[in-house]
């Protein structure tokens, strides 16, 4: 499926194929390697690879061996660093211009006519990282003994669910699982590209199964005679809380087997710097047989702040990294000389996303907030221009809206709203009923109370435009707070509906139809602007859903539609459907589209696209296979 378009992107170049004699081709190995498979304490490296490993072209050159991948990581809440560069290696996988899906872990790939069923064949004589096998057995481990498992309630996320029902998986032969669903399900391949993807393949059967009583009856008993308070308790121990690879838990623990590129080998947000070794059973080779990874290992470097991994940058513990350094990449630029930079393009579609509680539990304040002219007269009244110039120079006005680049971009729904005019956003609050203030100038709600609302966010530069931006909205005479609260409780009071407004950055740019939470309720996790709706979406039996009103059920029908089919140019149109709707309905306001940004990389660190696709449902920067990264050595 072609979802999104790039000028720009034709600099990327790594291809992916598949080996078909991989058995006449002479493999090559790490030094590091060769040397254990001469002192006998680790098989061949043709004994190690599959029967068809998977090629990597290299973006610019065949590679060398050796040297560290240096990197910052943010203190202990900085998962995702390590997920975008070494946690990235799903069934499927995006490739490197993030135009289309294809098969990484899996050899091939085949859904049906219908959407409903996809036979996955893995690479037969595949290995986790032990050295054990990898096979059809440990999916359907993950399936049914995870993903079923009553002891973790929590571990179907959304996007494994069509028409209400979990996905079927069924182990057809050793090597080939089929993926089920009630539904057709034509976004599959999609949701399967995205970081959570690794989920179906991230669970080592023969690791984990004597943690649980079904294939180890001692396992309670044994789990409680080392302090745990049973089975599961030990098994959250040892492998991190199930359902999805996002959670700190699943970093804490070396000893688990992966796919990856590279082992971890020590403590996540403990071990400074935290090394991850090359995997010896790494089931890639460039194009000359010689087993990837070239470098040897990577190494995380734990600075207190975003703002720190530039200076550690500057002082040479950077070789290169676009997360965190992107804000201050020119100046790292300038202090460091043997950096030099490459572009991402940016996904998100805004700097500010301002959410509105629609379903707000206050039912006055919910019909103000549910009445239309009173979010245009907000919008009105923001001077985006002085708030671009005080925080995203080069940035433009710009709505709640896919970005210009994609084939998505709706006109009216990223430009209407934005001009800054305190008179006319008067005249809106006046269209809305509201006019009557109190002695301190701030408007009367219909029920005589102030009307005042606090707007949540979480993180300091987002809370410092937030806090201009409410300036505006306090001079037209609604009284508005701004808080910053730590994560944790952030996520928290949106989950319960606990929360009047919300200010976020904007997914949904180039991966509208991937992340449509901003233009349409369908996610009780993410949609804040309509928590209550978006719970009857995904439930409508749920205590907390709320009956949405017939423009957006009619974007949730139109929706189901798109998720079912795998026509891309009939997906196309229906997400285009959906925009138009979002668009007369107004959910959600922004401020500016966010420039392209800079990564840094050292001049002696090789194949690096000069252009990389910026988002977290492309996993950045991995689908540029960064095994294919070496750097020259002196």
């Given at each position: 499926?072609k979802?999104f378009k790039?000028?720009?992107?034709?600099?990327?170049?790594?291809?992916?194929?598949?080996?078909?004699?991989?058995r006449?081709?002479?493999f090559?190995?790490?030094?590091?390697?060769?040397?254990q498979?001469?002192?006998?304490?680790?098989?061949p490296?043709k004994d190690?690879l599959?029967?068809?490993?998977m090629?990597?072209t290299?973006?610019?050159r065949i590679g060398?061996?050796g040297?560290?991948?240096k990197?910052a990581?943010?203190?202990?809440r900085?998962?995702?660093?390590?997920?975008r560069?070494i946690?990235?290696?799903?069934?499927?996988?995006w490739t490197?211009q993030w135009t289309?899906?294809?098969?990484n872990?899996?050899?091939?790939?085949?859904?049906?006519s219908?959407?409903?069923?996809f036979f996955?064949?893995?690479r037969?004589?595949?290995?986790?990282?032990?050295g054990?096998?990898?096979?059809?057995?440990?999916?359907?481990?993950w399936?049914e003994?995870?993903l079923?498992?009553?002891a973790?309630?929590?571990?179907?996320?959304?996007w494994l669910t069509?028409?209400?029902?979990a996905?079927?998986?069924d182990?057809v032969?050793e090597?080939?699982?089929?993926?089920r669903?009630?539904?057709?399900?034509?976004?599959?391949?999609t949701?399967l590209?995205?970081?959570e993807g690794?989920e179906?393949?991230s669970?080592p059967a023969h690791?984990l199964?004597p943690?649980l009583?079904?294939y180890?009856?001692?396992?309670?008993?044994?789990?409680?005679?080392l302090?745990?308070?049973?089975w599961?308790d030990?098994?959250i121990?040892?492998f991190?809380?199930?359902?999805?690879?996002?959670?700190?838990?699943?970093?804490?623990n070396?000893?688990?087997?992966t796919?990856?590129?590279?082992?971890?080998?020590?403590?996540?947000?403990k071990?400074?710097?935290?090394?991850?070794?090359?995997?010896?059973y790494?089931?890639k080779?460039?194009?000359?047989?010689?087993?990837?990874p070239?470098?040897?290992?990577?190494?995380f470097t734990?600075?207190p702040?975003?703002?720190?991994a530039?200076?550690?940058?500057?002082?040479?513990?950077?070789?290169?990294q676009?997360?965190?350094?992107?804000?201050?990449a020119d100046e790292?630029?300038?202090?460091?000389?043997n950096?030099?930079?490459?572009t991402?393009i940016?996904?998100?579609?805004?700097?500010?996303?301002?959410?509105l509680n629609?379903?707000?539990?206050?039912?006055?304040?919910?019909?103000?907030?549910?009445?239309k002219?009173?979010?245009?007269?907000?919008?009105?009244?923001?001077?985006?221009?002085?708030?671009?110039?005080?925080?995203?120079?080069?940035?433009l006005?710009?709505?709640?809206a896919?970005?210009?680049?994609?084939?998505?971009y709706?006109?009216?729904?990223?430009?209407q709203?934005?001009?800054y005019?305190?008179?006319?956003a008067t005249?809106?609050l006046a269209?809305?009923?509201l006019?009557e203030k109190?002695?301190?100038?701030?408007?009367?709600?219909p029920?005589?109370?102030r009307?005042?609302?606090?707007?949540d966010?979480?993180?300091?530069d987002?809370?410092?435009?937030?806090?201009a931006v409410?300036?505006?909205?306090?001079?037209?005479?609604v009284?508005?707070?701004a808080?910053?609260?730590?994560?944790?409780?952030?996520v928290?009071l949106?989950?319960?509906?606990d929360?009047?407004?919300?200010?976020?950055g904007?997914?949904?740019?180039?991966?509208?139809?991937?992340?449509p939470?901003?233009?349409l309720?369908?996610?009780?996790?993410?949609?804040?602007?309509a928590t209550?709706?978006?719970?009857?979406?995904v439930n409508?039996?749920?205590?907390?859903?709320m009956t949405?009103?017939?423009?957006?059920q009619k974007?949730?029908a139109l929706?189901?539609q798109l998720?079912?089919?795998?026509?891309?140019?009939k997906?196309?149109?229906l997400?285009?459907?959906?925009?138009?709707?979002?668009a007369d309905?107004?959910y959600?306001?922004?401020?500016?589209?966010?420039?392209?940004?800079?990564?840094?990389?050292?001049?002696?660190f090789?194949n690096?696209?000069?252009?990389?696709?910026?988002?977290?449902s492309?996993?950045?920067?991995?689908?540029?296979?960064?095994?294919?990264?070496?750097?020259?050595?002196k």
């Amino acid at each position: 499926m072609k979802q999104f378009k790039y000028i720009l992107i034709a600099a990327l170049g790594t291809i992916l194929v598949n080996i078909p004699e991989a058995r006449a081709v002479e493999f090559g190995e790490s030094p590091v390697l060769a040397s254990q498979v001469a002192a006998g304490t680790l098989p061949p490296v043709k004994d190690r690879l599959p029967t068809t490993p998977m090629i990597v072209t290299p973006n610019d050159r065949i590679g060398v061996y050796g040297g560290t991948w240096k990197m910052a990581q943010r203190d202990q809440r900085d998962q995702a660093l390590l997920i975008r560069n070494i946690g990235y290696e799903p069934l499927l996988r995006w490739t490197p211009q993030w135009t289309s899906t294809i098969p990484n872990v899996a050899l091939s790939f085949q859904p049906s006519s219908d959407a409903t069923e996809f036979f996955f064949r893995l690479r037969p004589g595949m290995r986790w990282s032990d050295g054990a096998p990898f096979t059809a057995d440990d999916i359907t481990f993950w399936y049914e003994d995870i993903l079923l498992n009553p002891a973790f309630p929590d571990a179907v996320p959304e996007w494994l669910t069509a028409g209400g029902n979990a996905v079927q998986i069924d182990e057809v032969d050793e090597n080939t699982v089929a993926f089920r669903f009630s539904t057709p399900y034509g976004l599959f391949p999609t949701a399967l590209a995205r970081p959570e993807g690794v989920e179906p393949v991230s669970y080592p059967a023969h690791f984990l199964k004597p943690l649980l009583p079904k294939y180890n009856p001692n396992a309670d008993e044994e789990a409680r005679a080392l302090g745990f308070a049973g089975w599961k308790d030990r098994f959250i121990d040892v492998f991190g809380n199930p359902g999805t690879i996002d959670d700190p838990s699943r970093w804490l623990n070396p000893d688990v087997p992966t796919l990856n590129a590279w082992v971890l080998t020590g403590v996540y947000g403990k071990d400074d710097p935290l090394i991850a070794k090359r995997n010896p059973y790494y089931w890639k080779i460039d194009p000359t047989g010689r087993q990837l990874p070239y470098i040897d290992e990577v190494s995380f470097t734990l600075v207190p702040s975003k703002s720190a991994a530039g200076d550690a940058a500057i002082a040479g513990k950077v070789n290169m990294q676009e997360r965190h350094v992107s804000t201050r990449a020119d100046e790292v630029l300038a202090a460091n000389d043997n950096l030099l930079p490459f572009t991402l393009i940016e996904s998100d579609m805004n700097t500010l996303t301002l959410s509105l509680n629609l379903n707000d539990k206050d039912p006055v304040l919910r019909k103000i907030f549910q009445n239309k002219d009173f979010r245009i007269a907000l919008s009105h009244a923001i001077d985006r221009d002085n708030i671009i110039a005080r925080f995203v120079p080069g940035a433009l006005p710009h709505q709640a809206a896919p970005r210009p680049e994609s084939p998505l971009y709706h006109t009216v729904l990223a430009r209407q709203y934005i001009h800054y005019d305190q008179a006319l956003a008067t005249d809106y609050l006046a269209k809305a009923g509201l006019m009557e203030k109190d002695q301190d100038g701030f408007l009367l709600r219909p029920d005589g109370k102030r009307l005042s609302f606090t707007i949540d966010t979480e993180g300091a530069d987002r809370f410092a435009m937030l806090d201009a931006v409410i300036q505006y909205w306090r001079d037209i005479g609604v009284d508005v707070t701004a808080r910053n609260l730590p994560r944790d409780e952030f996520v928290s009071l949106r989950e319960r509906n606990d929360h009047e407004a919300s200010a976020w950055g904007g997914d949904g740019g180039l991966d509208a139809m991937v992340i449509p939470i901003n233009y349409l309720p369908m996610s009780a996790e993410s949609s804040w602007f309509a928590t209550g709706w978006a719970n009857w979406y995904v439930n409508p039996n749920s205590p907390d859903a709320m009956t949405p009103p017939e423009a957006v059920q009619k974007q949730l029908a139109l929706y189901n539609q798109l998720k079912e089919t795998a026509n891309a140019e009939k997906q196309n149109q229906l997400m285009r459907d959906i925009l138009d709707i979002s668009a007369d309905q107004f959910y959600v306001m922004g401020i500016a589209l966010p420039p392209n940004r800079k990564g840094v990389v050292a001049k002696n660190f090789h194949n690096v696209p000069k252009v990389i696709p910026a988002a977290w449902s492309y996993a950045t920067p991995a689908p540029t296979n960064p095994s294919q990264y070496y750097i020259e050595q002196k």
